[in-house]
């Protein structure tokens, strides 16, 4: 049998495939970022799917590590515990496995999403979000530590399968991780020896680990790429997989890049820039003559740092983790073929494979895989799906659909 559809074991979490539903921001939450009917809907509906596992989209730890997009989950607030319980009694009754992803934005967010300053793992300011930002002070670290570890025992409280540490895509983790953000000096700041910043991750895994118990899953997300700017490569890649591999995690998902340059991260057949024009908080504009700047003068000067889709295309890193560590890896970004999937397995490049996109057009995927090896995904990597996170609307496939 293709060992895609064979179990895997993460931990104590055994699933039964090794296709699982990457992290997927929903904008399904109410202002206060409680789960609307339609949040646990989506997470019903998706959990009878027959994927190995859901990982929920990115959901804040505390108020100031809010993102900018509008709808997002909070697991800030033990109030929340009874209505995330809902969502996980109706996955577990389908026979899915749901893991929540926790994160803070850190300096990637606006100052109407956190009330002001952001707060950050330096000072320095992300030139994409703009948003000034206040470097935390060691003592604030250590309690925001302390916060993601109360988010995981609310999430443990809740029923959920465990969870994943967002330490990918330059959210707050990924900042102390990161050489050209982290210039602090003191215990939270670069080890000389292997110029990655992983004291702060350590605390959180620490902390969560003493919470919730060394049986209570634990994944990591966390992001490649061979711009040290968005992540990390070669030797400082291999060091924060064996200090992942040293600090016994149960599964390490490899994504790449940052929000600086979110098309990068999930990458596109084209960009797509009427949307872009019209949504994005920071490029959309309402005159004639500013689109056609931004046309013929801005897009042909950003278009260089922009990567298009290809297949698989982060996983050379996994490939890279995997010889590191026996911990199970997941490879994410621009699986859509059946083939591509079973031979990355088949051939150990990865443990299991994540997707995003192709979930959002076709939630019925794994099925269809199972009937036919040979199935393609429908997703179109058009993006709007991902562009429209910004829009106030929830997240959905815009396949053949003007915006
Ligand atoms: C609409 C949308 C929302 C996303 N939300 C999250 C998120 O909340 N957390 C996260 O780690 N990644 C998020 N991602 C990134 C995906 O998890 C994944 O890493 C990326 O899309 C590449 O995988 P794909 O080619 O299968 O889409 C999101 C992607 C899209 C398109």
């Given at each position: 049998m293709d060992k895609l559809f064979q179990p895997v074991a993460t931990g104590r979490l055994t699933l039964a495939n090794r296709i699982v539903r990457s992290a997927t921001f929903e904008g399904l939450c109410d202002d206060d970022g409680r789960p609307t009917k339609a949040y646990l809907d989506l997470y019903a509906a998706l959990a009878g799917q027959h994927i190995g596992a859901l990982l929920t989209g990115f959901a804040y730890v505390?108020?100031?590590?809010?993102?900018?997009?509008?709808g997002q989950a909070g697991i800030?607030?033990?109030?929340k515990i009874p209505l995330y319980k809902t969502m996980t009694g109706l996955v577990h009754a389908r026979g899915g496995k749901v893991l929540m992803q926790i994160a803070h934005s850190g300096r990637q967010t606006s100052a109407r999403a956190v009330g002001g300053w952001a707060r950050g793992a330096s000072s320095q300011s992300s030139a994409y979000f703009g948003v000034k930002v206040k470097a935390l002070t060691t003592s604030e670290a250590w309690a925001l530590a302390e916060g993601f570890a109360t988010a995981a025992l609310r999430c443990q409280k809740a029923g959920f399968d465990g969870v994943q540490i967002h330490a990918a895509h330059g959210y707050l983790v990924h900042q102390f991780l990161l050489p050209s953000i982290n210039d602090r000096r003191?215990?939270?700041?670069?080890d000389r020896k292997t110029g990655i910043g992983p004291q702060f991750l350590k605390v959180i895994i620490e902390r969560v680990r003493e919470r919730c118990g060394h049986d209570f899953p634990l994944w990591v997300k966390i992001s490649g790429d061979d711009q040290p700017q968005h992540g990390l490569e070669g030797a400082p890649l291999i060091h924060l997989v064996r200090f992942l591999d040293q600090m016994k995690v149960d599964a390490i998902e490899i994504s790449c890049g940052t929000m600086e340059r979110a098309l990068n991260i999930f990458r596109g057949q084209t960009v797509p820039l009427d949307a872009i024009w019209r949504y994005n908080p920071k490029y959309k504009t309402a005159s004639i003559l500013g689109r056609l700047w931004r046309r013929y003068v801005l897009y042909p000067f950003m278009r260089p740092g922009i990567r298009l889709f290809s297949p698989m295309y982060n996983l050379a890193y996994a490939r890279q983790a995997k010889q590191h560590t026996a911990i199970p890896i997941i490879s994410v970004g621009g699986f859509r073929t059946g083939q591509e999937m079973s031979t990355a397995v088949e051939r150990g490049a990865t443990d299991m494979v994540g997707l995003s996109r192709p979930f959002i057009s076709e939630p019925d995927l794994v099925d269809q895989l199972i009937a036919d090896h040979g199935w393609k995904a429908?997703?179109?990597?058009?993006n709007r799906c991902a562009v429209m996170t910004d829009s106030h609307q929830p997240t959905r496939c815009y396949r053949a659909v003007d915006v």
């Open positions: 505390t108020p100031c590590g809010r993102a900018m997009q509008p800030e607030d033990d109030a003191d215990i939270f700041g670069i429908k997703c179109l990597n058009c």
